[in-house]
Protein backbone atom coordinates (compact mmCIF):
# COMPACT_ATOMS: atom_id res chain seq x y z
CA UNK A 1 0.00 0.00 0.00
CA UNK A 2 1.30 3.28 -1.08
CA UNK A 3 0.60 6.40 0.99
CA UNK A 4 -0.16 9.58 -0.67
CA UNK A 5 1.89 12.66 0.90
CA UNK A 6 -0.52 15.02 2.48
CA UNK A 7 1.10 17.57 4.36
CA UNK A 8 -2.44 19.36 4.84
CA UNK A 9 -5.97 18.75 3.26
CA UNK A 10 -6.52 21.15 -0.01
CA UNK A 11 -10.63 19.72 0.55
CA UNK A 12 -13.00 21.72 2.70
CA UNK A 13 -16.23 20.51 2.82
CA UNK A 14 -18.59 19.13 5.39
CA UNK A 15 -21.47 16.87 5.61
CA UNK A 16 -24.43 18.57 6.78
CA UNK A 17 -26.12 15.55 7.76
CA UNK A 18 -23.15 14.69 10.06
CA UNK A 19 -23.07 18.29 11.24
CA UNK A 20 -26.56 18.85 11.37
CA UNK A 21 -27.33 15.86 13.57
CA UNK A 22 -24.48 17.34 16.25
CA UNK A 23 -22.55 13.93 16.73
CA UNK A 24 -19.78 14.75 19.09
CA UNK A 25 -19.88 16.12 22.47
CA UNK A 26 -17.73 19.52 23.49
CA UNK A 27 -16.78 17.95 26.73
CA UNK A 28 -13.25 17.15 26.87
CA UNK A 29 -13.48 14.28 28.76
CA UNK A 30 -15.86 11.75 30.25
CA UNK A 31 -16.49 10.33 33.27
CA UNK A 32 -16.48 6.28 33.95
CA UNK A 33 -19.53 4.93 32.32
CA UNK A 34 -20.77 8.02 30.10
CA UNK A 35 -21.39 6.11 27.15
CA UNK A 36 -24.54 7.09 25.21
CA UNK A 37 -27.07 9.51 25.10
CA UNK A 38 -30.16 10.26 23.45
CA UNK A 39 -31.81 13.21 22.23
CA UNK A 40 -34.97 14.48 19.97
CA UNK A 41 -34.69 18.11 18.57
CA UNK A 42 -35.46 20.28 16.00
CA UNK A 43 -32.53 21.71 13.48
CA UNK A 44 -32.70 23.80 10.31
CA UNK A 45 -36.33 23.53 10.14
CA UNK A 46 -37.23 19.73 10.91
CA UNK A 47 -37.58 17.35 13.54
CA UNK A 48 -34.31 15.01 14.42
CA UNK A 49 -33.74 12.16 16.77
CA UNK A 50 -30.20 10.99 17.36
CA UNK A 51 -29.31 7.92 19.65
CA UNK A 52 -25.56 7.41 20.32
CA UNK A 53 -24.27 3.98 21.85
CA UNK A 54 -21.05 4.27 22.72
CA UNK A 55 -18.25 1.77 23.82
CA UNK A 56 -15.71 0.92 26.42
CA UNK A 57 -13.76 4.18 25.36
CA UNK A 58 -16.59 6.13 25.75
CA UNK A 59 -19.02 8.16 23.28
CA UNK A 60 -17.49 10.63 21.02
CA UNK A 61 -16.09 14.00 22.33
CA UNK A 62 -13.89 16.85 21.80
CA UNK A 63 -10.76 15.46 19.29
CA UNK A 64 -13.37 13.55 17.15
CA UNK A 65 -14.61 16.59 16.17
CA UNK A 66 -11.55 17.20 14.08
CA UNK A 67 -11.07 13.64 13.16
CA UNK A 68 -14.15 13.18 11.81
CA UNK A 69 -14.01 16.27 9.66
CA UNK A 70 -10.21 15.30 8.80
CA UNK A 71 -11.33 11.70 7.11
CA UNK A 72 -14.08 13.23 5.64
CA UNK A 73 -12.31 15.60 3.24
CA UNK A 74 -9.19 12.66 3.16
CA UNK A 75 -12.17 10.30 1.81
CA UNK A 76 -12.96 13.60 -0.56
CA UNK A 77 -9.46 14.71 -1.46
CA UNK A 78 -8.32 10.80 -2.37
CA UNK A 79 -10.85 10.81 -5.14
CA UNK A 80 -14.30 9.13 -3.05
CA UNK A 81 -12.62 5.56 -3.04
CA UNK A 82 -15.30 2.85 -3.96
CA UNK A 83 -13.75 0.49 -1.09
CA UNK A 84 -15.19 4.58 0.87
CA UNK A 85 -11.37 3.69 2.39
CA UNK A 86 -8.53 6.19 3.14
CA UNK A 87 -4.78 5.32 3.01
CA UNK A 88 -2.38 7.57 5.03
CA UNK A 89 0.18 7.04 7.71
CA UNK A 90 -0.27 7.91 11.58
CA UNK A 91 2.29 10.89 11.05
CA UNK A 92 0.53 11.85 8.08
CA UNK A 93 -3.06 11.88 9.92
CA UNK A 94 -2.01 13.59 13.11
CA UNK A 95 -0.41 16.48 10.49
CA UNK A 96 -3.62 17.00 9.17
CA UNK A 97 -5.37 17.29 12.57
CA UNK A 98 -3.02 19.69 13.62
CA UNK A 99 -1.33 18.51 16.06
CA UNK A 100 2.53 17.36 16.83
CA UNK A 101 4.49 14.02 16.89
CA UNK A 102 4.32 13.32 20.17
CA UNK A 103 3.44 9.61 21.91
CA UNK A 104 0.45 11.59 23.63
CA UNK A 105 -0.95 12.55 20.48
CA UNK A 106 -0.53 9.20 18.68
CA UNK A 107 -2.84 7.71 22.05
CA UNK A 108 -5.24 10.43 21.56
CA UNK A 109 -5.87 9.85 17.91
CA UNK A 110 -5.66 5.82 18.46
CA UNK A 111 -8.63 6.53 21.49
CA UNK A 112 -10.38 8.94 18.87
CA UNK A 113 -10.49 6.41 16.21
CA UNK A 114 -11.32 3.70 18.35
CA UNK A 115 -14.24 5.36 19.53
CA UNK A 116 -15.27 6.76 15.67
CA UNK A 117 -15.15 2.86 14.77
CA UNK A 118 -16.87 1.41 17.87
CA UNK A 119 -19.51 3.63 17.94
CA UNK A 120 -23.13 3.23 16.56
CA UNK A 121 -25.46 6.24 15.71
CA UNK A 122 -29.29 5.67 14.79
CA UNK A 123 -30.60 8.97 13.39
CA UNK A 124 -33.76 9.61 12.55
CA UNK A 125 -34.23 12.97 10.23
CA UNK A 126 -31.35 12.00 7.67
CA UNK A 127 -31.18 13.48 4.18
CA UNK A 128 -30.32 12.20 1.13
CA UNK A 129 -31.14 15.31 -0.97
CA UNK A 130 -31.68 19.23 -0.22
CA UNK A 131 -35.48 19.32 0.53
CA UNK A 132 -36.06 15.35 0.12
CA UNK A 133 -37.46 12.68 2.65
CA UNK A 134 -35.98 12.15 5.49
CA UNK A 135 -35.68 8.59 6.44
CA UNK A 136 -33.85 6.68 9.45
CA UNK A 137 -30.25 5.52 9.30
CA UNK A 138 -27.94 3.23 11.55
CA UNK A 139 -24.19 3.41 10.90
CA UNK A 140 -20.70 3.59 12.79
CA UNK A 141 -18.75 6.90 11.58
CA UNK A 142 -16.32 4.13 10.97
CA UNK A 143 -16.51 0.72 9.75
CA UNK A 144 -12.70 -0.67 9.95
CA UNK A 145 -8.93 0.68 10.88
CA UNK A 146 -6.33 -1.40 10.01
CA UNK A 147 -2.73 -0.91 10.53
CA UNK A 148 0.23 -2.04 8.84
CA UNK A 149 3.27 -1.79 10.37
CA UNK A 150 5.97 -4.14 8.67
CA UNK A 151 7.96 -6.08 9.83
CA UNK A 152 7.24 -7.23 13.26
CA UNK A 153 9.80 -9.59 15.62
CA UNK A 154 7.96 -9.71 18.54
CA UNK A 155 3.89 -9.79 19.78
CA UNK A 156 3.87 -6.45 21.76
CA UNK A 157 2.72 -4.37 19.42
CA UNK A 158 2.47 -0.56 19.64
CA UNK A 159 -1.04 0.94 19.33
CA UNK A 160 0.80 3.65 16.44
CA UNK A 161 4.04 5.07 15.63
CA UNK A 162 4.88 7.62 12.94
CA UNK A 163 6.04 4.76 10.28
CA UNK A 164 2.32 3.19 11.05
CA UNK A 165 0.45 2.70 7.83
CA UNK A 166 -2.89 3.19 8.02
CA UNK A 167 -6.26 2.47 6.00
CA UNK A 168 -9.69 3.73 7.32
CA UNK A 169 -12.95 2.64 5.73
CA UNK A 170 -15.57 4.85 5.89
CA UNK A 171 -19.33 3.40 6.96
CA UNK A 172 -21.49 3.18 3.59
CA UNK A 173 -24.03 5.41 4.85
CA UNK A 174 -21.21 8.29 5.77
CA UNK A 175 -19.80 7.63 2.31
CA UNK A 176 -22.79 7.79 0.02
CA UNK A 177 -23.87 10.77 1.81
CA UNK A 178 -20.28 12.65 1.16
CA UNK A 179 -20.80 11.97 -2.06
CA UNK A 180 -24.65 13.59 -2.29
CA UNK A 181 -25.55 17.68 -2.19
CA UNK A 182 -25.97 17.55 1.37
CA UNK A 183 -21.85 18.51 1.11
CA UNK A 184 -21.33 22.12 1.67
CA UNK A 185 -17.89 24.24 1.83
CA UNK A 186 -16.79 24.62 5.19
CA UNK A 187 -13.60 26.68 6.86
CA UNK A 188 -11.60 23.77 7.98
CA UNK A 189 -8.87 26.01 7.98
CA UNK A 190 -10.33 28.31 10.41
CA UNK A 191 -11.43 25.56 12.55
CA UNK A 192 -8.26 24.17 13.10
CA UNK A 193 -6.70 26.77 14.42
CA UNK A 194 -8.86 27.47 17.29
CA UNK A 195 -7.19 26.90 20.36
CA UNK A 196 -9.44 24.74 22.01
CA UNK A 197 -11.65 21.26 20.90
CA UNK A 198 -14.53 22.59 22.68
CA UNK A 199 -14.42 26.02 20.70
CA UNK A 200 -14.01 24.07 17.49
CA UNK A 201 -16.75 21.37 18.37
CA UNK A 202 -19.25 24.94 18.77
CA UNK A 203 -18.22 26.54 15.83
CA UNK A 204 -19.02 23.54 13.85
CA UNK A 205 -22.61 23.96 14.81
CA UNK A 206 -23.09 27.09 14.34
CA UNK A 207 -21.36 27.45 11.70
CA UNK A 208 -23.46 24.59 10.45
CA UNK A 209 -26.68 26.38 11.54
CA UNK A 210 -25.83 29.92 10.11
CA UNK A 211 -25.55 27.96 6.96
CA UNK A 212 -28.67 25.61 7.12
CA UNK A 213 -31.39 28.48 8.73
CA UNK A 214 -32.33 30.78 6.49
CA UNK A 215 -34.10 32.62 9.24
CA UNK A 216 -30.31 33.13 10.86
CA UNK A 217 -28.58 34.33 7.82
CA UNK A 218 -31.15 36.55 7.07
CA UNK A 219 -31.13 38.43 10.64
CA UNK A 220 -27.45 37.89 11.16
CA UNK A 221 -28.13 35.46 14.69
CA UNK A 222 -29.00 32.59 16.28
CA UNK A 223 -31.01 32.18 19.78
CA UNK A 224 -31.33 29.32 22.04
CA UNK A 225 -32.62 27.88 25.10
CA UNK A 226 -29.43 27.66 27.26
CA UNK A 227 -30.72 23.92 28.28
CA UNK A 228 -31.10 23.00 25.03
CA UNK A 229 -27.88 24.35 24.11
CA UNK A 230 -26.46 21.89 26.43
CA UNK A 231 -27.85 19.06 24.85
CA UNK A 232 -27.17 19.81 21.61
CA UNK A 233 -23.33 19.78 22.44
CA UNK A 234 -23.78 16.98 24.07
CA UNK A 235 -23.43 17.87 27.82
CA UNK A 236 -23.59 15.66 30.90
CA UNK A 237 -24.33 18.19 33.21
CA UNK A 238 -27.66 20.63 32.18
CA UNK A 239 -27.25 22.92 35.14
CA UNK A 240 -27.98 26.40 33.79
CA UNK A 241 -24.70 27.10 35.83
CA UNK A 242 -22.69 24.29 34.56
CA UNK A 243 -23.76 24.93 30.92
CA UNK A 244 -22.76 28.64 31.37
CA UNK A 245 -19.26 27.67 32.99
CA UNK A 246 -18.65 25.76 29.98
CA UNK A 247 -19.27 27.57 26.86
CA UNK A 248 -18.58 30.92 28.27
CA UNK A 249 -14.86 30.60 27.81
CA UNK A 250 -15.25 29.23 24.35
CA UNK A 251 -17.21 32.33 23.41
CA UNK A 252 -14.38 34.47 24.32
CA UNK A 253 -12.21 32.53 21.88
CA UNK A 254 -14.79 32.83 18.96
CA UNK A 255 -16.00 36.71 19.62
CA UNK A 256 -11.74 37.29 19.64
CA UNK A 257 -11.51 35.35 16.66
CA UNK A 258 -14.22 37.94 15.03
CA UNK A 259 -16.46 34.63 14.01
CA UNK A 260 -18.96 35.98 16.90
CA UNK A 261 -19.70 39.77 16.99
CA UNK A 262 -21.19 39.38 20.44
CA UNK A 263 -23.13 36.81 23.15
CA UNK A 264 -25.89 38.23 25.07
CA UNK A 265 -28.08 35.90 27.62
CA UNK A 266 -31.45 36.77 28.63
CA UNK A 267 -33.57 35.00 31.17
CA UNK A 268 -33.43 33.08 34.04
CA UNK A 269 -32.37 29.57 35.75
CA UNK A 270 -33.64 27.31 33.19
CA UNK A 271 -35.46 29.51 31.36
CA UNK A 272 -32.53 31.35 30.14
CA UNK A 273 -31.58 31.69 26.43
CA UNK A 274 -28.77 32.54 24.86
CA UNK A 275 -28.33 34.60 21.15
CA UNK A 276 -25.28 34.76 18.87
CA UNK A 277 -24.63 37.73 16.81
CA UNK A 278 -22.72 36.69 13.72
CA UNK A 279 -19.89 39.20 12.31
CA UNK A 280 -21.22 39.05 8.53
CA UNK A 281 -17.47 38.02 7.23
CA UNK A 282 -13.74 37.11 8.74
CA UNK A 283 -11.03 39.62 7.85
CA UNK A 284 -9.50 36.91 6.41
CA UNK A 285 -12.10 35.79 4.17
CA UNK A 286 -12.24 36.16 0.26
CA UNK A 287 -14.76 39.02 -0.85
CA UNK A 288 -17.30 36.98 -3.04
CA UNK A 289 -18.12 38.54 -6.60
CA UNK A 290 -21.14 40.14 -5.55
CA UNK A 291 -19.48 41.77 -2.94
CA UNK A 292 -16.64 43.38 -4.70
CA UNK A 293 -18.98 44.95 -7.04
CA UNK A 294 -20.46 46.83 -3.89
CA UNK A 295 -16.57 47.93 -3.47
CA UNK A 296 -16.25 49.15 -6.60
CA UNK A 297 -19.87 50.77 -6.54
CA UNK A 298 -18.61 52.75 -3.12
CA UNK A 299 -15.11 53.45 -4.35
CA UNK A 300 -16.48 55.39 -7.09
CA UNK A 301 -17.95 58.02 -4.62
CA UNK A 302 -14.55 58.42 -3.22
CA UNK A 303 -14.04 56.23 -0.79
CA UNK A 304 -11.02 54.39 -0.51
CA UNK A 305 -10.47 50.60 -0.90
CA UNK A 306 -9.85 50.08 2.56
CA UNK A 307 -12.89 51.99 3.82
CA UNK A 308 -14.70 50.23 1.28
CA UNK A 309 -13.65 46.44 2.27
CA UNK A 310 -14.08 47.33 5.32
CA UNK A 311 -17.28 48.39 5.23
CA UNK A 312 -18.73 45.90 3.38
CA UNK A 313 -16.88 43.07 5.28
CA UNK A 314 -18.76 44.45 8.24
CA UNK A 315 -22.30 44.23 6.73
CA UNK A 316 -24.62 41.77 4.74
CA UNK A 317 -24.49 41.95 1.35
CA UNK A 318 -28.15 43.33 1.58
CA UNK A 319 -27.64 46.08 4.18
CA UNK A 320 -24.69 47.34 2.06
CA UNK A 321 -26.76 47.26 -1.50
CA UNK A 322 -29.91 48.98 0.08
CA UNK A 323 -27.38 52.09 1.39
CA UNK A 324 -25.25 52.07 -1.67
CA UNK A 325 -28.51 52.53 -3.66
CA UNK A 326 -29.70 55.57 -1.40
CA UNK A 327 -26.21 57.64 -1.67
CA UNK A 328 -26.18 56.85 -5.39
CA UNK A 329 -29.87 58.54 -5.37
CA UNK A 330 -28.69 61.27 -2.73
CA UNK A 331 -25.90 62.09 -4.54
CA UNK A 332 -27.87 62.51 -7.95
CA UNK A 333 -30.44 64.26 -6.74
CA UNK A 334 -27.62 66.60 -5.03
CA UNK A 335 -26.90 70.15 -6.65
CA UNK A 336 -24.56 71.28 -4.00
CA UNK A 337 -22.77 69.21 -1.84
CA UNK A 338 -20.55 71.54 1.73
CA UNK A 339 -18.33 68.92 2.13
CA UNK A 340 -16.43 66.45 -0.06
CA UNK A 341 -19.00 63.79 -2.47
CA UNK A 342 -16.75 60.64 -0.20
CA UNK A 343 -17.21 62.89 3.46
CA UNK A 344 -21.20 63.37 2.24
CA UNK A 345 -21.42 59.79 1.00
CA UNK A 346 -19.95 57.94 3.95
CA UNK A 347 -22.49 59.64 6.24
CA UNK A 348 -25.08 58.09 4.36
CA UNK A 349 -23.43 54.50 4.44
CA UNK A 350 -22.65 54.74 8.12
CA UNK A 351 -26.28 56.86 9.21
CA UNK A 352 -27.82 54.46 12.00
CA UNK A 353 -30.25 57.37 12.72
CA UNK A 354 -32.17 57.89 10.08
CA UNK A 355 -31.23 60.81 8.88
CA UNK A 356 -31.65 60.12 4.75
CA UNK A 357 -34.27 59.22 2.96
CA UNK A 358 -34.77 58.18 -0.70
CA UNK A 359 -35.45 61.10 -2.60
CA UNK A 360 -38.60 61.60 -4.77
CA UNK A 361 -37.14 62.15 -7.93
CA UNK A 362 -33.72 63.61 -9.46
CA UNK A 363 -34.28 67.39 -10.49
CA UNK A 364 -33.92 68.41 -14.16
CA UNK A 365 -30.19 68.74 -15.79
CA UNK A 366 -29.71 71.06 -18.11
CA UNK A 367 -28.22 69.21 -21.87
CA UNK A 368 -24.53 69.14 -21.50
CA UNK A 369 -22.48 68.25 -24.29
CA UNK A 370 -21.49 64.28 -24.10
CA UNK A 371 -18.28 64.31 -23.82
CA UNK A 372 -18.45 65.87 -21.25
CA UNK A 373 -20.43 64.43 -18.74
CA UNK A 374 -18.98 61.31 -16.61
CA UNK A 375 -21.47 58.46 -16.63
CA UNK A 376 -22.18 57.17 -12.80
CA UNK A 377 -23.33 53.98 -15.13
CA UNK A 378 -20.10 53.58 -17.12
CA UNK A 379 -17.98 54.15 -14.15
CA UNK A 380 -19.45 51.69 -11.97
CA UNK A 381 -19.12 49.65 -14.79
CA UNK A 382 -15.44 49.94 -14.93
CA UNK A 383 -15.43 49.66 -11.25
CA UNK A 384 -17.25 46.20 -11.50
CA UNK A 385 -14.97 44.76 -14.18
CA UNK A 386 -11.88 45.89 -12.20
CA UNK A 387 -13.06 43.89 -9.32
CA UNK A 388 -13.77 41.08 -11.51
CA UNK A 389 -10.22 41.19 -12.82
CA UNK A 390 -9.13 41.43 -8.98
CA UNK A 391 -11.29 38.63 -7.99
CA UNK A 392 -9.96 36.89 -10.82
CA UNK A 393 -5.94 37.48 -10.03
CA UNK A 394 -7.22 36.60 -6.24
CA UNK A 395 -8.46 33.49 -6.58
CA UNK A 396 -7.05 32.83 -9.65
CA UNK A 397 -3.96 31.13 -7.44
CA UNK A 398 -5.85 28.88 -5.27
CA UNK A 399 -6.18 25.16 -5.93
CA UNK A 400 -9.21 24.02 -8.18
CA UNK A 401 -10.91 22.81 -5.21
CA UNK A 402 -10.86 26.02 -2.99
CA UNK A 403 -11.49 27.75 -5.91
CA UNK A 404 -14.89 25.96 -5.94
CA UNK A 405 -15.49 26.51 -2.94
CA UNK A 406 -15.20 30.57 -3.17
CA UNK A 407 -17.33 30.59 -6.43
CA UNK A 408 -19.58 27.37 -5.91
CA UNK A 409 -22.30 29.06 -4.57
CA UNK A 410 -22.77 32.21 -7.17
CA UNK A 411 -22.39 29.50 -9.55
CA UNK A 412 -25.15 27.67 -7.83
CA UNK A 413 -27.73 30.51 -8.31
CA UNK A 414 -27.42 30.97 -12.05
CA UNK A 415 -26.29 27.44 -12.87
CA UNK A 416 -27.69 24.43 -11.13
CA UNK A 417 -31.45 24.92 -11.92
CA UNK A 418 -31.33 25.46 -15.66
CA UNK A 419 -28.52 22.73 -15.70
CA UNK A 420 -30.11 20.18 -14.02
CA UNK A 421 -28.49 17.84 -10.95
CA UNK A 422 -26.35 15.55 -13.02
CA UNK A 423 -25.01 18.13 -15.29
CA UNK A 424 -23.90 20.21 -12.30
CA UNK A 425 -22.27 17.20 -10.18
CA UNK A 426 -20.23 17.24 -13.93
CA UNK A 427 -19.60 20.54 -13.55
CA UNK A 428 -18.27 20.68 -10.19
CA UNK A 429 -16.24 17.28 -10.29
CA UNK A 430 -14.12 19.28 -13.26
CA UNK A 431 -13.84 22.32 -11.55
CA UNK A 432 -12.34 20.46 -8.18
CA UNK A 433 -10.45 18.23 -10.62
CA UNK A 434 -8.97 21.75 -12.23
CA UNK A 435 -10.48 20.50 -15.94
CA UNK A 436 -12.47 24.37 -15.40
CA UNK A 437 -11.69 27.49 -13.87
CA UNK A 438 -14.57 28.27 -11.45
CA UNK A 439 -13.44 32.16 -11.30
CA UNK A 440 -13.01 32.38 -15.03
CA UNK A 441 -16.70 30.63 -15.45
CA UNK A 442 -18.50 32.66 -13.17
CA UNK A 443 -17.23 35.84 -15.08
CA UNK A 444 -17.89 34.32 -18.28
CA UNK A 445 -21.73 33.87 -16.97
CA UNK A 446 -22.12 37.07 -15.41
CA UNK A 447 -20.78 38.39 -19.08
CA UNK A 448 -23.25 36.53 -20.73
CA UNK A 449 -25.94 37.79 -18.31
CA UNK A 450 -24.89 41.25 -19.32
CA UNK A 451 -25.07 40.71 -22.70
CA UNK A 452 -28.70 38.82 -22.85
CA UNK A 453 -26.76 35.83 -24.07
CA UNK A 454 -26.85 33.66 -21.21
CA UNK A 455 -29.09 30.75 -23.29
CA UNK A 456 -25.94 30.43 -25.88
CA UNK A 457 -23.69 30.35 -22.84
CA UNK A 458 -25.39 27.40 -20.63
CA UNK A 459 -26.02 25.47 -24.18
CA UNK A 460 -22.34 25.74 -24.82
CA UNK A 461 -21.96 24.46 -21.46
CA UNK A 462 -23.90 21.71 -21.58
CA UNK A 463 -22.30 20.48 -24.81
CA UNK A 464 -18.77 20.79 -22.90
CA UNK A 465 -19.83 18.76 -19.91
CA UNK A 466 -21.64 16.11 -22.07
CA UNK A 467 -18.45 15.72 -24.08
Not at 246 to 273: D, Y
Request: aromatic share 8%.
Amino acid sequence: MTSPSLPALRSKFDDLNLAEASLISCLTRLKPGETSWEHSFEIAGRQMHVECLGNSYGFPHGPDNDMMLVLSNLFLEQGQPRDNSVHCTAYELLRMLGRTDSSQNYRIMHDSLTRLSGTLYKISGWLDHPGGIARRVTFRFLERIEEIQGEVKHLNLKSFGAGTKLKITLDAVVAASLTSPRVRPFDLDFMLKLSGSQSRTLFRLLDTLWYSDPKAAASGYLEFDLVELGRLLRLTNLRPDSIRRTIMPIHEELTASEFLKNVTFSGRGVKQRVRYVFNPQRPDYPLTVAQLELVGRIKTFGITDVQARGYVRKHTPERVGERVRLAEAILAATTRIRRSPAAYAWDILTDELGKYTMPLSRPEVAAVPAATVRSPIRDVEGEAERAFEELRQMHGQLPPEEQWAVHRGALRLMLQRSLGSDLWKILEARCVAGDLEAGTLLREANVAVANLDLQHFLDSLRAELRS
